[in-house]
Every structure is written in structure tokens, then in C-alpha cells.
């Protein structure tokens, strides 16, 4: 890899590190005392939950992980130019196949190294703490395998 690529590799991996997601969660729905109530307070909380969750993944997603994946996760980001190996595509139905849901996040956590793949995808440590949002960035590889 010449100066120029380890250069801009370097750059990026700046940039990818310093991107993060500022929004903060909303908090938790209060719960009643009927069993009924709960459940029918829970369910439309759930929901708007899962919404916030799937956007902040959205948005983390283009943040960290499209530079170099790709809008829409076919490894060919900006950053890929100057990537070897080049970022995985989640269209791969053969990988899709293969990998857990638990190795996604793993690798997402704790980057490319973590897991026998490219020490050049960063680690998102900031994430443990934030264990829906790694959820909704599964689910956004997965919907990617299915396209």
C-alpha cells in the first residue's frame, strides 16, 4: 500500500472515529399498576422505542459504516477505493448465510481485528452501552441480504 493510501485510510479511519451519535434516547415509558394497563401502555412505548432505535442505527450507520460499506452496503463507499480487502457486501446471500447475529455485533464492536477480518475497520466501543442500536445495525445488514 503506498503513502498516499495509507494516508487517506488514516484520514478516514479519523474521521470514522470521531463520527458518533449525539442523540440521546427518550426515556422509559412509566408503568401502571393494572397488568392490563402496563401492557397496553408498553406496547405503543415498544414501538416508538424501536423507531428511535432503527433511526439512530440509520444514522450511525451512514456516520461509521457507509463511508466505507456504502449507502447501501455493497462495500463500494468512498473509502473503499483505497481499502484492501475491501469492505464486505451485505447483499452476499452466501455470507448472509453463514454469519450470526452475534459475530455482526461482535465485529461491530470490537472492529475487523476482533474477528479474524481487516484490522482496518474500526472498533465502536462507545456501542457496548448502547446494545439497541447494535440491534437495529444487525437488522439494517440483514434487510440489506435480502434486497
Known sequence: ??????????????????AACSKSQPPAPASGSAGDTVAA?????AA????VDDAQAKEMFKAR???CHGEQGRGDGPASAALNPKPRNYHDKTW???VTDDDIKKTITYGGAAVGK???MPSSPDLESKPEVIDGLVHLVRAFGKS
Not at 503506498?2 to 470514522?16: D, E, K, P
Not at 401502555?41 to 412505548?45: D, F, K, L, R, S
Open 1 to 18: 500500500m503506498s503513502r498516499q493510501s495509507i494516508a487517506s485510510v488514516a484520514a478516514i479511519l479519523g474521521i470514522l472515529s470521531l
Open 65 to 67: 459504516c457507509a463511508p
Open 41 to 45: 401502555t408498553q406496547a405503543p412505548a
Open 48 to 51: 416508538a422505542n424501536a423507531a
Open 96 to 98: 448472509q448465510s453463514k
Open 118 to 120: 481487516s484490522p482496518i
